[in-house]
């Protein structure tokens, strides 16, 4: 990992052993993952594993409610730019 972060300019950043809550919002999501999706399946092939994780990743991002978002799903966050106010983006009605 290292040299191919290196050979694309990438610069890694690691949190401090024994303090996982400095990356609390990847182990949330990872969590998640695993629990809503990975532990549903039984993969038969590559090409299924990645259909049935992009399809879960369409509904996480785009129609499953986020309580850190008000029940909001995070397109819909995003398009009404309620809690992305530097996003640039207008809200859409």
Sequence with gaps: MFFWAKARGVTLHFIQ????TQNAYCESFNGKLRIECL???WFKSIN????IIEDWRL????VRPHSALGQMAPIEA????????NSG????H
């Design 17 to 20: 052993a024994g303090k996982p």
């Design 39 to 41: 532990r549903q399946h």
């Design 48 to 51: 299924e594993a990645r259909q």
């Design 59 to 62: 509904d996480y991002n785009h």
């Design 78 to 85: 995003l398009l009404t730019n309620k809690f992305y106010p």
């Design 89 to 92: 983006l207008t809200p859409v």
